[in-house]
């Protein structure tokens, strides 16, 4: 074979290469929403399982799901972007910086398993709550934290570098200028990489099948006080998630109709997944424009 | 970078706007303001902080119930790693209890290794096509296509296995479905876009004279991506690699619902195994705290957060060499 109808060849290679991507994504996307549409109704967005009958529904998994994404932002954004401003604002090139980023960098390689496993130890039993929301939301930080600050750190350090002489030459503080003038400015990164996050978040399950746990107590959803055991806002509950949930049915479950609801409940977290991804392109791009009124 | 800029507040011939503007003299804004820069630097750092406690927390409370095994049950670290009887349940006149965990760490070794030869050369083929190919077009629909790929959950990866991927193998192939052929195509694809992406990203940061340098001396494109592009990027693409690798290990649930779950060491793809994840998955909520099963569980734990170690140390060590050809 010559160079050229090697070249040729490898050509071809590559075009099917991306098109075997694309043909995987579509079938997998396909799949699920074809089986999904016809598996999702009103009632099954709402109604709680069943336990060995049929006809069950997600309602109180969707519900946790999305509350356990809420708690665990509630612990990293704070953390994440006061970390993330250490990192890109005061943090040397030490020692301990070097520290900072090598726990990053293993936090971000555990397995997901492994910080559960920790959670159970330390959220679970160590702090005698069981089975919690809150165990789960502190498991999740932990696996998302790094994130978070590696996101923050990155934003900051993309804003030009003549808005923090402007303001320094103003006359300002550091710490007034980070608040002041670099966040406004980072933010539409910021908030595109915690949209980004929370879509891992939402669909994580390794960790919280021995955080928060595998089952819901049965839910009043007219129970505002958090500290009701009943209660859907009580963070010291157990909680099963979209995520967990899906596993669960498909590995112990006794329900007969174990496919629909699992065809249902991997539609809704694709799409909520799918809604985060669109959410977080489009949001970056409106704030940008509205920041920067172009 | 921030060192550069002497601060205001360090200044000495600082003044405010004016004297009397906000009732404050210049002093006491001065401060005021110090005082506020010395809270927000020690906030940040506290929070910086808190991601060397956690980590290390993590170390140390793992390792603790993980080296239990050992310590508290007196089992020899070298049979726990190298013996494959594991009847951790069986007393002692019928010759247990043993915990040989080789053929959960086989099962894991076995279907990360393989999804990741699978995975490896297409996701360089497909990096290489969205930086050399079709740069406009990797870039509006390969690059979605890679980050919604990298978002579907990976129980969402596991449920597609078991309801597309198990019958068909079962109705195709052989066997009950359930295996490892099962469980490396599930994680070949889980990990594709953490390998795409990384390898992607380190073609890009090629400088651009090194190919046009190429085909400038009359090579064909082929010629320059195989000779020139892909070697200059290795660090990366061996990062991304490796980085898949460490996804594929620790991947705990997907693989669980595809691999069947049975304690042997695989002699076909078509047949069932265990891993060290789906093992620790499967029984940690049916043992008591503190028994010789639940510790040899914590163990394995133990063993997958040395694995993640090492990747970790590989990353590094190839990151360094990369960087000295460069």
């Known amino acids: 074979m010559n160079a050229r109808s090697a070249d040729r060849a490898a050509t071809l ?50 519900f946790n799901s999305f509350y356990l994404l809420f708690l665990t932002m509630l612990i990293t954004i704070p953390i994440g972007l006061l970390a993330g401003i250490y990192l890109a604002e005061y943090a040397g090139a030490g020692r301990l910086t070097e520290y900072i980023r090598l726990s990053m960098e293993t936090l971000t390689s555990l397995p997901s398993i492994v910080v559960g496993l920790f959670g159970l130890l330390i959220f679970v039993n160590l702090t005698g709550w069981g089975y919690t929301l809150m165990s789960g939301a502190l498991a999740l930080a932990a696996i998302n934290l790094p994130f978070i600050v590696r996101v923050s750190e990155e934003t900051i350090r993309t804003v030009p570098v003549e ?4 303001s320094l030459a103003l006359g300002a503080t550091r710490w007034e200028t980070m608040w002041r003038v670099i966040l406004p400015s980072a933010f539409p990164g910021i908030v595109t990489g915690t949209i980004i996050a929370a879509g891992r978040v939402f669909g994580e399950a390794a960790a919280l099948l021995y955080t928060a746990g595998m089952s819901s107590p049965v839910l009043n959803f007219t129970d505002w006080n958090p500290l009701s055991p009943f209660s859907p806002i009580n963070p010291f509950r157990p909680a099963e998630t979209l995520a967990v949930h899906i596993w ?21 977290l694709i799409l909520v997944v799918l809604f985060f991804n669109i959410l977080a392109r489009w949001l970056g791009r409106y704030i940008h424009h509205r920041l920067t009124a172009t | 970078m921030s060192k550069n800029f002497p601060l205001a507040i360090e200044n000495k011939e600082y003044s405010s706007s004016g004297p009397g ?36 927390a993590i170390i140390f409370f793992i390792g603790q119930k993980g080296l239990a095994t050992f310590t508290v049950s007196g089992v020899n670290a070298w049979n726990f790693l190298f013996q494959t009887q594991w009847m951790p349940d069986r007393p002692m006149e019928q010759g247990g209890p043993l915990v040989g965990s080789l053929s959960f760490i086989i099962g894991s070794l076995l279907v990360s290794l393989m999804a990741v030869a699978v995975s490896g050369p297409l996701s360089v083929i497909v990096a290489v096509f969205m930086v050399e ?29 078991l309801s597309l991927l198990v019958p068909f193998i079962r109705n195709y192939m052989g066997g009950e479905g359930f295996s490892l052929l099962a469980g490396f195509i599930v994680l070949s694809i889980m990990i594709l876009p953490t390998i795409i992406s990384v390898s992607s990203d380190s073609l ?36 991304g690699v490796v980085l898949g690798l460490a996804r594929a290990f620790g991947e705990a649930l997907a693989v669980q619902m595809v691999i069947g779950n049975t304690r042997q060491i695989p002699y076909s793809i078509l047949d069932p195994l265990m891993t060290l994840t789906s093992a620790i998955t499967m029984d940690m909520g049916n043992t008591i705290m503190g028994s010789l ?34």
């Open chain 1, 13 to 62: 290679m590559f075009w099917l290469g991306a098109a075997a991507v694309l043909a995987i994504l579509a079938l997998l996307l396909g799949y699920i929403l074809w089986h999904g549409f016809r598996a999702i109704s009103w009632d099954f967005l709402t109604a709680p399982p069943q336990t060995i009958m049929a006809g069950g529904g997600v309602g109180p998994q969707i």
């Open chain 1, 163 to 166: 808005l923090r002489e402007a």
């Open chain 1, 248 to 268: 669960k049915v498909n590995s112990e479950s006794l329900i007969p109709d174990v496919r629909q609801v699992a065809d249902g409940s991997a539609a809704v």
């Open chain 2, 21 to 56: 503007s906000l009732g404050l003299t210049a002093k006491g804004i001065h401060i005021h303001k110090r005082y506020i820069e010395y809270f927000g630097r020690t906030v940040s750092f506290l929070a910086a902080a808190l991601v060397i406690a956690l980590t290390l």
């Open chain 2, 133 to 161: 190919i079709a740069p406009g077009w990797g870039q509006r629909v390969l690059q979605p296509a890679i980050e919604i790929l990298a978002g579907i959950p990976s129980v969402v990866y596991g449920y597609v296995g």
């Open chain 2, 204 to 239: 890009r940061a090629l400088p651009s004279q090194w190919k046009e340098a190429s085909l400038a001396l009359g090579a064909t494109r082929w010629q320059t991506i195989s000779m020139v592009l892909v070697p200059a990027a290795r660090s990366g693409i061996i990062t």
């Open chain 2, 293 to 326: 099963w639940n510790n040899a569980l914590w163990s394995m734990g133990l063993l997958l957060l040395m694995m993640s170690f090492m990747f970790i140390l590989i990353i590094k060590l190839v990151v360094r060499r990369g960087g000295m050809i460069r």
